[in-house]
């Protein structure tokens, strides 16, 4: 169907769509237009990803002269491939109606381990492994040298890209990582490298949060993307911890000891090249002299990671004379190892702000902050001069670089902890110093101040008012959706208390208790008895899942569970995890039914889908806080109060129930769909939590459902159940159309629209009304309304 927003024809490739997806539609184009940042929070199983591909793509072919490039970032690979799946079918309708002028290259970007079609390069582990592999065959200096001597090995797939030359291009279309490892293997070229060269001229780019928040990667992959460009980051609830985590570094005794081992491989190389190309070196000194770190441009296969400063806070001067020898670069790196090996070596925990600390190394091992600032560029440029290709053996200095090059160039924003030991084994020796970044908007403002228009959207951003604080932005529109069901599909209930009236919570002091352990377990007990398939329990951490599983074990609970489903566990090991899920995924499919414990904050919470019959109980069993004696989390909850003037109790409250509220939200993914949702904790019945619920999970949740027993959640869940198994219209009734046709757009015509506009701006007036709603400025605007109709 194709219809107008405004001066915008839309394609969209379903013959009917929802009314939050047209009226996402609506504020996101209100956004490109203002051409500024938006926040919007959109149900689970609403068509999200397909409502804004549509939106953007159609206001780029309606707009020629001023076309946008979008830059889709997505957390997973799999979120990856379903939007690429999306974007398929999307661009094969635009080209049915519009022709060849609606053609787009689309292309999905990932690391060279889900991209390499090598074969004796995939034999290696993990991903650092394979990049080391791929550099052993495509970098320039192997290359040469294999010009000279036919034995050495080389990756015939790069050497046939790099023969193609200009010619190396993709033809118009949409290209999923599969996609590109087809027609590389096809043309018999490497399809990462070709991905690469492409993504600055793809209409369309679908990569992962890192290409754009880390700078290590941002400066490789990212920093030719023109400004006008629509940045989309999806599933964005976590997105601040993203970007903290992009900007911070831990070091411990066996990054020390391998970054130890690393130094000393290179001055083994450094005295070989002494003796056999001496020139090599001396042509390196002469170009730190000068100021320039490295020559001319690097070619693709040897650009390793970038500075992981932003890119406004790198210096653009020469190297420090003191470290421009390779010799003495390596003397002083020996220096900065000793001093942090004798302050690991501590019995309580310390923690110091980064002028603090810069001050103590330059007053005990006489480094200074301009030293620690060129740390991480001067090792990249001494590791390219002699010529090591295996980067997955260079992990521990490189982490060193990154710590010294981080702490030389932040002072705000930043602490620095050691911890002798976890506290939660206090027994066990396991010190670590750790550069904590505690302000999410530093990584993202190179973002929002280079890009035309950044959107952050995802199921989970309640209190949407939060966000902008957190990141130091200010969206243009701040929108939170509802979802139109023709059939309350969604049953939330807040359970307090067992059958035998004793209350329930994982609060520290009560989740040990026998009595709430017994009470959880009676609960699932009851549920697996009549609710049939898949039901799937988060708990707030993985000690204390492991206790409670071993607590219903030896009580017999465990029995009884086994006896309606198969039980199946996540675990952090991700291999046993994928196994147990798709194990999971056969019982239900079999009708023997499972349930599958996970834990909040997991693999599995985040991106694993538990749509139809696949999950048809969600249970939340406690408040999923996070470890609130954590001094990292203390000193981020402290920072966050001096300078946002967020409180530590609002701040714990938001993360928590955003984990929660993504847990139960795996269990709803279309609206074709049903499941409950059991929030099992006292705690929940509190407004103060409750209400950072999202809206589409409290417009469902009935007061009768606030203060249950086991019991009374038994026989919600089977009048439930038994209404969701009658037959239902699924476009909705004449009043309450839940999905609208194309003729339903055009009856709806400026009328509908005008008041979908206005309602708008009356929640805004709401919002900032001060005292009796009905203040001067509404009643003028609903005048107006009327007048106008």
Not at 244 to 249: D, G, H, P, R, Y
Request: hydrophobic content about 40%; proline content about 4%; overall charge neutral.
């Amino acid at each position: 169907m194709k219809f107008p927003i405004e001066d915008v024809t839309v394609y969209f490739p379903y013959d009917h769509i929802y009314p939050e997806q047209y009226s996402y539609m609506v504020e996101l184009k209100r956004a490109l237009d203002a051409k500024g940042h938006c926040l919007l929070e959109m149900p689970t199983g609403t068509g999200k990803t397909i409502a804004l591909l549509s939106l953007i793509t159609s206001y780029t072919l309606s707009k020629p002269q001023g076309a946008i490039k979008l830059i889709y970032c997505t957390r997973t690979v799999h979120e990856m491939e379903k939007t690429l799946a999306e974007l398929k079918l999307l661009h094969d309708y635009q080209v049915k109606h519009l022709g060849p002028a609606a053609k787009i290259l689309a292309i999905g970007l990932s690391s060279r381990k889900n991209l390499c079609v090598n074969r004796a390069v995939l034999e290696s582990a993990n991903r650092d492994s394979v990049d080391a592999a791929c550099r052993r065959r495509t970098a320039s200096w192997v290359r040469a040298l294999a010009a000279e001597n036919p034995d050495v090995e080389t990756c015939e797939f790069y050497e046939n890209y790099e023969r193609a030359a200009s010619g190396a291009v993709l033809p118009p279309g949409v290209y999923t990582l599969q996609d590109l490892r087809a027609f590389g293997k096809e043309k018999g070229w490497c399809p990462y490298f070709l991905a690469r060269h492409m993504v600055q001229l793809a209409n369309v780019v679908v990569y992962s949060y890192q290409y754009l928040l880390d700078p290590k990667v941002a400066g490789i992959i990212s920093k030719e993307m023109q400004k006008e460009s629509v940045v989309v980051f999806d599933e964005a609830h976590n997105i601040d911890n993203v970007c903290i985590e992009a900007l911070s570094v831990s070091v411990r005794r066996q990054t020390l000891d391998g970054a130890s081992r690393n130094i000393s491989s290179m001055e083994q190389e450094i005295k070989r090249f002494k003796a056999t190309d001496a020139n090599r070196l001396r042509d390196e000194y002469k170009r730190l002299v000068n100021g320039l770190a490295l020559s001319g441009n690097l070619a693709d296969s040897d650009s390793w990671l970038s500075n992981p400063a932003l890119p406004d806070d790198i210096l653009k001067e020469a190297v420090p004379g003191n470290i421009r020898r390779a010799e003495h670069f390596l003397h002083v790196l020996r220096r900065l190892l000793q001093y942090l090996t004798v302050r690991l070596d501590t019995e309580n925990v310390e923690k110091e702000s980064p002028i603090s600390f810069v001050a103590s190394i330059n007053n005990q091992a006489g480094i200074d902050q301009k030293t620690l600032k060129f740390c991480y560029d001067r090792l990249h440029s001494l590791m390219l001069t002699l010529e090591i290709t295996d980067t997955s053996e260079f992990l521990h200095v490189q982490t060193i670089c990154d710590f010294a090059t981080l702490v030389g160039t932040y002072s705000r924003g930043f602490s620095i902890i050691i911890e002798p030991f976890d506290e939660r084994m206090p027994h066990i020796p396991d010190p670590v110093l750790q550069l904590s970044c505690h302000d999410a908007s530093l990584a993202i403002k190179p973002v929002f101040d280079r890009f035309q228009s950044v959107v952050i959207t995802s199921g989970t951003l309640s209190p949407i008012d939060l966000y902008p604080r957190l990141l130091n932005f200010h969206p243009v529109v701040s929108r939170s959706f509802k979802m139109s069901l023709t059939r309350d599909c969604i049953c939330p209930m807040v359970l307090t208390r067992g059958s035998d009236q004793l209350p329930v919570s994982t609060k520290f002091d009560m989740r040990s208790d026998p009595g709430v352990v017994r009470n959880y377990g009676k609960l699932l007990v009851e549920m697996v008895s009549i609710v049939p398939d898949g039901i799937v329990c988060f708990f707030v951490s993985y000690s204390y899942m492991d206790g409670i599983i071993n607590t219903w074990n030896e009580s017999g609970i465990l029995k009884e569970i086994m006896q309606h489903k198969l039980v199946f566990i996540e675990t952090q090991d991700v291999v046993e995890t994928t196994l147990a899920l798709d194990n999971y995924r056969r019982a239900c499919d079999c009708g023997r039914g499972a349930v599958f414990f996970s834990v909040a904050r997991g693999k599995v919470a985040e991106g694993i889908d538990f749509d139809r019959h696949y999950g048809r109980l969600v249970i939340m069993f406690g408040v999923p806080f996070q470890y609130t004696l954590s001094k990292i989390l203390l000193a981020r909850l402290e920072y966050l109060r001096d300078t946002f003037q967020i409180k530590e109790g609002d701040f714990l409250t938001f993360d928590a129930l955003r984990q929660a509220a993504q847990c139960v939200g795996r269990v709803i993914r279309s609206k074709a769909d049903y499941g409950m949702m059991i929030f099992a904790d006292k705690r929940y019945s509190r407004h103060d939590k409750r209400s950072k619920l999202p809206g589409w999970i409290l417009s469902h949740l009935r007061d009768a459902h606030l203060n249950l027993s086991t019991d009374m959640a038994l026989h919600i869940a089977r009048e439930f159940l038994r209404k969701m198994a009658q037959p239902y219209d699924k476009t909705g009734s004449s009043n309450k159309k839940t999905l609208l046709s194309q003729e339903d757009l055009e009856k709806m015509g400026d009328s509908s629209r005008d008041e979908m506009f206005f309602t708008h701006h009356l929640e805004l007036a709401q919002k900032s009304a001060v005292g009796d709603v009905r203040t001067p400025f509404m009643l003028d605007l609903k005048a107006s309304f009327q007048v106008n109709l």
